[in-house]
């Protein structure tokens, strides 16, 4: 019962609002560059928790494209990780705010 209402009340605050997925991220074969910060400084294990984490990743290089560790560890916070230990997820972030080089490569 309580999940039905959150659904509900989920979907009223998107209405009318542009909603990004992990599965619009990429252009055609071509990684976004958070999805490649992952790949390359072994953000993941199981990859649980890695769409929220990428998408919450994108979101912070939108806002702020060259985060401090700790801007981005608040940023993560609310996405939990039972097999990394988020040092990886970290460096999978500031390597892509690097490769982004300050641009908002949003698709
Ligand atoms: Fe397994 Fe994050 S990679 S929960």
């Not at 509900?8 to 999805?35: M, S, Y």
């Amino acid at each position: 019962m309580f999940r039905r209402r959150h659904e509900h009340f989920v979907a009223a605050q998107a209405n009318g609002a542009e909603v990004k997925t992990i599965e619009g991220l990429a252009d055609g074969d071509i990684f976004h560059p958070v999805q490649e910060g992952f790949r390359e400084k072994h953000g993941l294990q199981c990859g649980y928790c890695t769409p929220g984490m990428i998408m919450t990743a994108v979101h912070l290089l939108e806002t702020n494209s060259n985060p401090t560790d700790d801007e981005i560890k608040h940023a993560l916070e609310g996405n939990i990780c039972r097999c990394t230990g988020y040092v990886n997820i970290v460096e999978s972030v500031k390597w892509a705010a690097a490769k982004m080089g300050g641009k908002n490569v949003s698709r």
